[in-house]
């Protein structure tokens, strides 16, 4: 009884589902469309309906897979829910259905089952029975839609393919897409267009046989030009062209104006016939090589490629293929590299044009200008161009590895990366714009540039403007001045028992510092004949400049300290902190940031006309850097101690030596502060209007850092000034001791010789 009540609910769903095929029969029977004559057998879950031509429709709950309407029973694939459903029920699963469900086992290959009786060819093949087939001796077939009979047009200078399942089109020979492909569907993206030999006219006014016999040979190739044999004219035309700049004969008659028009010509002209012919070659590297040393290195994308490199004996260019795919110009995706070793002769005595920026940062607050001697090519003559026209602001640069002859540059020489820019009267020069050099060394020199063209390697001389003569007499004048206070401040500090103590010890590591620095500064500043001397000199330089204003944060440090220890009477644990860190910081924090600056960059110790840190890429920030870091620190530091010792003034008696001394320890070591990091501040200030002024103030104040800190630490020091009378004391009397017992040994030789003459 329990399984029957459980059996029940089921097949209450069974005769609802049941329900809707009954009333479909009555429904059939009430509306009879079909002529008796033409009534065809529809099979299961399917009535005649007469409709456009077809004859049968699914019943009710039922779907067909492929359309709505079907013509017989061959073609019935009505499948409804109600076999789904049935074959969900549990008990009432016993139940046989007689609707087809499980899927053929028999399709052939290229087809999907679509029930028990039906296979679907795949999409681009066909069965003689069409695309749904019931017969198991049917096939799939490949549909060859490019005919005969087509069934689809590519349109123009096009050919349609044939591939297994499907086709494509492409152009014939002698023609490529414009949109760089080399395939497409259908006519309606078909924009084949013919490679050709691009017309190339020689430079209007230049009167020269040579040139003229080299033009008849490119109007020969241009008139000969077939697709099919497109390797052979680019060979042809390289060996021309590197017959021309061999043997130039009636060319180095020419001017040099019109040297460099002719020049011009045969970079764009080689370009542009390079860049469009080479549309017709297949994928892959190919090179070009002519006897005189005229080299070409092409490169056509290929699938999976990312990255570019093509090497020549004297120079590797490097580029993303993301650049090249970047503008969708017309033609395949190529890149190619020209090295043309002759064209150096027609360049000769070009000029060069340096950006300001560039002129700026060459020698840092040095002004410079190009002499009038032309610059010397270290390199060959190359030309890069890829398959778009666009190339004037790439969106990553572009890399090139020169090799050159072994070159070690002077004092006012310099190397730049230049290309060839061309003027609207047909000539050129050499520039800079959009190149920058990222290492030079003696053999080879690395540049990057954001635009393509024909690019070259030279070494150009410069003047260096004379400073103001002015700031020269007072920087001279001021430094030798503060090497002397100096010197005596050292002295005091060492000598003068009385004022000994951890304060004491610090101005003397700063004095010693200074006194260094500024006595290299004066006498080796300029020494830049010897460029590994001239390197040594400036990580000297940059040493002691640090370790004067390491020391200086330490006598801040010890001056705060001091402050907040007002009411101790016994200072002996600040000194104990001090005497441990002084000299390891001291001297151990600078050595740490030059070695780091020198391991990563040696070459930019130096300039060739000071030995100075280098401005390229911001290494002069391995400097200021500290100095400005701190700068901030002391002044920190201050304002806490000048805090301190307010909050003490209104709670101590202005007569406690203690208090009173800190006042004056912090007087000086705010004159100092301002003495050592605002002259610094002022340096960084020369630019815009104030410039000049900022300049002078500049000299003025750190050619007297000597100066002042004698007058501070020294003069104004009452048990210094005490040492110094006893000093000075001290020298009156051994003077005065000297003159009494020159003028007692003058007296009592004039005794013995007139003792002597009465004896006698």
């Not at 016993?94 to 999409?123: E, G």
């Not at 004379?466 to 430094?479: H, K, N, Q, R, S």
């Amino acid at each position: 009884m329990k399984n029957r009540n459980l059996l029940l609910p089921e097949l209450l769903l069974l005769l609802l589902l049941l329900l809707p095929l009954g009333a479909s029969a009555q429904k059939t029977r009430d509306i009879n469309m079909c002529e008796p004559s033409l009534r065809k057998s529809c099979a299961a879950y399917a009535d005649c309906q007469g409709m456009d031509g077809k004859y049968c429709m699914c019943g009710p709950g039922q779907e067909l897979i492929s359309e709505t309407t079907f013509r017989n029973e061959s073609e019935n694939m009505c499948q409804g829910m109600l076999v789904l459903l049935l074959l969900t029920l549990g008990p009432v699963q016993k139940l046989r259905v007689s609707a087809p469900t499980d899927c053929a086992p028999w399709c052939p290959l290229k087809s999907t089952c679509v029930n028990a009786t039906a296979c679907r060819c795949s999409p681009g093949f066909s069965s003689s029975s069409g695309e749904i087939f019931t017969s198991r001796l049917d096939s799939c077939d490949d549909i060859n839609e490019c005919g005969p009979p087509p069934t689809v047009s590519c349109g123009k200078f096009a050919d349609c393919q044939n591939t297994e399942g499907s086709y494509y089109c492409m152009c014939i020979p002698g023609y490529v897409l414009a949109s760089g492909a080399t395939m497409f569907m259908d006519e309606s993206e078909n924009t084949c267009q013919g490679i050709f030999f691009p017309t190339w006219t020689p430079p209007r006014g230049i009167k020269s046989q040579t040139l003229s016999r080299f033009f008849q040979r490119v109007q020969d190739l241009h008139r000969e030009f077939k697709p099919d044999f497109v390797e052979n004219t680019i060979q042809d035309l390289i060996q021309g062209v590197d017959e021309l700049l061999e043997t130039p004969e009636d060319l180095k008659a020419l001017p040099r104006s019109e040297q460099h028009r002719v020049a011009t010509n045969l970079l764009t002209g080689l370009e542009n016939s390079l860049r469009n012919m080479s549309q017709a070659l297949s994928n892959g590297t190919l090179t070009f090589n002519a006897s005189a040393g005229t080299d070409l290195s092409l490169k056509l994308w290929e699938q999976g490629d990312r990255n570019v490199i093509l090497s020549q004996n004297q120079v590797k260019m490097m580029l993303n293929w993301d650049v090249v795919h970047d503008s969708g110009d017309s033609g395949p995706s190529v890149v190619g590299l020209i090295s043309t070793p002759g064209m150096g002769k027609l360049l000769a005595e070009a000029p060069l044009v340096v950006e300001p920026e560039k002129q700026a940062v060459l020698h840092g607050a040095h002004k410079i200008s190009l002499q009038e001697a032309s610059p010397v090519l270290l390199s060959d003559v190359i030309s890069a161009f890829m398959s778009n026209k666009v190339t004037q602001n790439l969106s990553s640069p572009v890399t090139f590895i020169f090799s050159h002859h072994s070159v070690t540059p002077g004092p006012t020489q310099k190397v730049f990366c230049v290309f060839w820019e061309h003027s609207q009267n047909g000539s050129g020069h050499w520039s800079t714009r959009g190149c920058t050099m990222v290492n030079s060394r003696d053999t080879s020199t690395t540049c990057q540039c954001t635009h393509l063209s024909s690019f070259a390697v030279l070494m150009a001389h410069y003047d260096v403007k004379e400073d103001d003569p002015v700031l020269a007499v007072i920087t001279y004048m001021g430094l030798s001045l503060s090497l002397l206070c100096l010197l005596l401040a050292a002295l005091t500090f060492l000598l003068c028992k009385a004022i000994q103590n951890t304060s004491t010890s610090l101005h003397l590591q700063l004095s010693i510092c200074l006194f260094l620095a500024h006595l290299l500064f004066l006498i080796a500043i300029d020494q830049t004949k010897i460029k590994v001397l001239c390197s040594i000199i400036a990580g000297a330089l940059h040493y002691l400049y640090l370790a004067s204003f390491t020391w200086m944060l330490l006598e801040a440090l010890h001056l705060f300290l001091t402050a907040r220890n007002l009411t101790v009477v016994n200072y002996s644990s600040v000194s104990m902190l001090m005497k441990k860190l002084m000299f390891p910081v001291g001297y151990g924090v600078p050595a740490v940031i030059v070695a780091i600056s020198a391991a990563s960059r040696p070459h930019l110790y130096g300039t060739p006309t000071r030995c100075w840190l280098h401005t390229d890429k911001g290494f002069i920030w391995t400097f200021l850097g500290p100095i400005c870091t701190i700068f901030s620190i002391n002044l920190a530091f201050f304002l806490m101690t000048f805090w301190i010792v307010k909050k003490n003034l209104s709670s101590l008696n202005r007569d406690v030596s203690t208090l009173r001394n800190t006042r004056m320890l912090t007087f000086k070591a705010t004159a100092q502060l301002f003495i050592l990091g605002c002259t610094w501040c002022l340096g960084i200030l020369q630019v815009g209007p104030a410039a000049h002024i900022m300049a002078y103030l500049f000299t003025i104040i750190n050619s007297l850092q000597g100066v002042f800190i004698f007058l501070v630490y020294c003069l104004l020091s009452h048990q210094v000034r005490e040492q110094y009378k006893k000093w000075f004391k001290g020298i009156r009397k051994t003077k005065a001791e000297s003159e009494q017992y020159t003028l007692s040994s003058g007296t009592m030789s004039n005794a013995s010789k007139h003792s002597v003459e009465n004896y006698n």
